[in-house]
């Protein structure tokens, strides 16, 4: 095989593969942010009511919850990335759908607020986690732990918001866990242990 033959055979095989070697925990950190931003923007103009985004918070806690399985050894491997992916993917369609569907929600109620309220911090928490995992401040082992703790959250969200409302003692709850697992990322990023 002569050289041209073999660089064009490698730049397709790279081309091909890339995709999936591409993949690392960050970029999955960054699409979970990627889909709580379109839930709160869903949440805020009212084409996602708060049992929408209650429900799309149990397909958020699945996500973190594979996440966490699959970085419990510390790595992430191209299977478990691409598991990841089809699951994110799924996740996008239903935000889309549920987006464009014939309900409404009124972003201006308690309840909205306090939903939109909790996804903000959601969003806060995974940045907080994926600039971690860029610094070199969390190793994978904490982020699969982190993750872990994400997908409590959420799915503490998806039980309040389950009956399309969410009351100040559920939100009291859910903040409080927040808090919990903020402190957690904070330790975790200063604790020195690095990759």
């Known amino acids: 095989m002569t050289?041209?033959?073999?660089?064009?055979?490698?730049?397709?095989?790279?081309?091909?593969?890339?995709p999936v070697l591409a993949q690392t925990v960050g970029t999955e950190v960054q699409r979970d942010i990627n889909q709580e931003t379109?839930?709160?923007q869903g949440l805020q103009?009212?084409?996602?009511?708060t049992g929408e985004a209650a429900r799309l918070e149990q397909g958020e806690a699945r996500i973190d919850q594979m996440e966490s399985k699959a970085l419990k050894d510390g790595t992430l491997s191209p299977q478990e990335a691409a598991r990841i992916q089809r699951a994110q993917n799924r996740e996008s369609?239903?935000?889309n759908k549920l987006e464009n569907n014939a309900v409404?929600?009124?972003?201006?109620?308690?309840?909205?607020?306090?939903?939109?309220?909790?996804?903000?911090?959601?969003i806060?928490?995974?940045?907080?986690?994926?600039?971690?995992?860029q610094s070199g401040a969390l190793t994978n082992k904490e982020a699969s732990k982190l993750e872990r703790g994400q997908a409590r959250v959420d799915r503490s969200e998806a039980r309040a918001g389950a009956d399309g409302r969410i009351g100040p003692r559920e939100q009291a709850r859910i903040q409080h866990q927040e808090n919990v697992q903020s402190k957690q990322i904070f330790r975790d990023k200063h604790n020195r242990r690095t990759r």
């Not at 103009?45 to 009511?49: F, P, T, V």
């Not at 409404?104 to 959601?122: E, F, I, K, L």
């Not at 806060?124 to 994926?130: A, S, Y």
């Open 124 to 133: 806060n928490q995974q940045g907080r986690i994926e600039q971690g995992l």
């Open 93 to 95: 369609t239903r935000i």
């Open 38 to 40: 379109r839930m709160e």
């Open 45 to 49: 103009s009212g084409q996602l009511s």
């Open 3 to 18: 050289f041209g033959k073999t660089a064009l055979v490698f730049v397709l095989f790279a081309s091909l593969s890339s």
């Open 104 to 122: 409404t929600g009124d972003p201006n109620s308690a309840s909205s607020q306090r939903m939109q309220t909790d996804v903000q911090r959601n």
